[in-house]
């Protein structure tokens, strides 16, 4: 029997997702420019071809296939000959001819056909919607998503959120939030002055997770998680302090407070 998670294939994320993302869901990667969406994207649908024989869509409205080719390339992704093999689309297109094909044949159709794929990554959702005028988004990412479903595929939809800080809030403004199954964000945090990167997991419909906001860092092998955050309160708001755990010893010391 298939297993009831689409795995990651990054073995800390999954074990924070308590196994994957549930199969056919939609799934929101929101963060802001340059935290790393684009590899977390390309790492999904490598890790699904290689790793568990699912085929995959690429997506991308952002970058020439010549680009995507020659980053993947530096993390050791030959992505041409898996699309030779048919085991992957990398699909560079405009959000209008997605958008314009909407009714009847979808633009996706034919590729569906050649690969059989079980994952898509759009590359982003938030390029997409920026084509949509604002009274008819919820209605066309609506049909977007379902057309996933329908088909399916287990998306991971990348979402630029604005502000250097990442602030989430941008989503559930635009009312994107309800309409996806799960919910992950990257976004940096400044600690002691250093400039650091956490993902979480704002929610996962369905299944426990990993509540707390683990680093990670890009390195030359794709996403590495690192340990949660566990020292510090307040990274969402983007003033991190270190939580002091201040023994009972200690304040005898400091002569705070006195012994009995
Ligand atoms: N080969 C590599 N080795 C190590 N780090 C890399 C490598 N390639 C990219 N990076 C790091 O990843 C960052 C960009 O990642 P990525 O393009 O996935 O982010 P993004 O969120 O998609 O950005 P954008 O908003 O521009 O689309 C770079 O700024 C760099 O720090
Ligand atoms: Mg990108």
């Known amino acids: 029997m298939m297993d009831d998670r689409a795995k990651t294939g990054i073995t800390e994320l999954d074990n924070m997702l ?24 390309l790492e999904y649908i490598i890790n699904g071809i290689t790793k568990y024989r699912e085929n995959g869509l690429y997506v991308t409205f952002e970058q020439l296939p010549s680009q995507i080719y020659r980053d993947s390339a530096n993390f050791g992704w030959q992505l041409k000959k898996m699309e030779e093999e048919d085991t992957l689309r990398v699909i560079c297109t405009s959000p209008n001819l997605l958008l314009e094909a909407s009714d009847g044949e979808h633009l996706f159709d034919s590729f569906i056909d050649e690969v059989h794929p079980k994952r898509i990554v759009v590359d982003s959702l938030s390029h997409l919607a920026m084509f949509v005028p604002q009274n008819e988004l919820r209605k066309e990412m609506y049909k977007f998503v379902m057309y996933l479903k329908t088909k399916h595929l287990s998306s991971l939809l990348l979402w630029e959120s604005p502000g250097l800080m990442g602030q989430v809030q941008s989503i559930t403004e635009e ?19 250093s400039m650091r990167k956490a993902l979480g997991i704002l929610k996962l419909r369905g299944s426990d997770h990993d509540k707390r906001l683990t680093e990670y860092e890009i ?11 566990v020292e510090y309160e307040g990274i969402m708001s983007g003033s991190p302090r270190k939580i002091l755990r201040v023994s009972e010893a200690d304040l005898l010391k400091s002569g705070l407070i006195k012994r009995r």
């Open 18 to 41: 308590r196994g994957g993302f549930m199969r056919g869901d939609a799934v929101l990667l929101a963060g802001s420019a340059g935290m790393g969406k684009t590899t977390l994207g």
């Open 175 to 193: 009312g994107i939030s309800f309409l996806v199954d799960a919910i992950l964000i990257l976004k940096p945090v400044e600690i002691e002055s």
């Open 219 to 229: 390195t030359s092998e794709g996403f590495k998680l690192r340990k949660p955050f």
